[in-house]
């Protein structure tokens, strides 16, 4: 059946650091993904979506490009700041529902 | 902005005892969910539903129970607490299948059971 795969984390960045978070996917047929963010204490949220092959998505500097040669969605930032400190579910869209990766935690130092 | 509540951030409940964890959105939303999200594993899909009074078995179903009377409410049900049920339960909504497939989601209920 179809699934998804993140890195395992914790992953630990200082301010600046440039991020990478890994995500592969098996899937039939052509799914939407998405990466979604959770800080502490709150639900989650949709950071990007993309939703056919080499679109890319893009919001408060994260970047994600859909491979399909690859299966790939990597979720990448340039420099990541201290209030980026959360956890990262990729996601692609199954039938009439979600599947999830498992969660990559990002914690980042001043 | 789409929004969706949780009727408890907290809870903590004695084995055995009948849960309700109750979801809204305002949005006018068919489609809901419920998950429950535990270390390791990711979210996992209990139930959801795509219009009032129908239901759908999503991948861990059993122990649960969910109930959607009005379109706007969506209501997760433990007939008998267990301490293996202890998670982080999120709800989400969607605006129609196949009408673009974003979730949201609301805060989360964390349950204990002892």
């Known amino acids: 059946g179809d699934s998804v795969t993140q890195m395992e984390g914790p992953v630990t960045l200082s301010e600046e650091a440039f991020l990478t978070i890994n995500c592969t996917y098996t899937?039939?047929?052509?799914?939407?993904l998405f990466w979604y963010v959770q800080y502490p204490g709150e639900g989650l949220q949709l950071l990007l979506k993309?939703?056919?092959?080499?679109d890319k998505g893009s919001n408060k500097g994260f970047e994600a490009t859909y491979r399909k040669e690859t299966t790939s969605f990597h979720l990448e930032k340039g420099s990541v700041q201290v209030s980026d400190s959360a956890v990262y579910f990729c996601?692609?869209?199954?039938?009439?529902?979600?599947?999830f990766g498992t969660g990559t935690r990002l914690q980042v130092f001043p | 902005d789409v929004k969706v509540t949780q009727s408890s951030r907290y809870l903590v409940k004695r084995t055995g005892e009948k849960v309700f964890l109750e979801c809204v959105q305002d949005?006018?939303?068919?489609?809901m969910f419920w998950y429950r999200q535990d270390p390791g594993l990711g979210l996992r899909l209990i139930y959801f539903?795509?219009?009032?009074?129908?239901?759908e078995k999503g991948d861990i179903p059993e122990g649960y129970s969910v109930s959607r009377e009005k379109k706007e409410r969506f209501s997760l049900i433990l007939e008998s607490a267990s301490t293996n049920q202890t998670s982080m339960y999120l709800c989400?909504?969607?605006?129609?299948?196949?009408?673009?497939?974003?979730?949201?989601f609301g805060p989360g209920t964390r349950l204990l059971v002892l």
């Open positions: 996601a692609l869209s199954g039938v009439g529902k979600l599947i």
């Open positions: 949005m006018d939303h068919e489609n």
């Open positions: 989400a909504s969607r605006e129609e299948r196949g009408r673009g497939e974003t979730q949201y």
């Open positions: 899937a039939t047929g052509y799914p939407s």
């Open positions: 539903s795509y219009d009032v009074k129908m239901k």
């Open positions: 993309a939703t056919k092959a080499d």
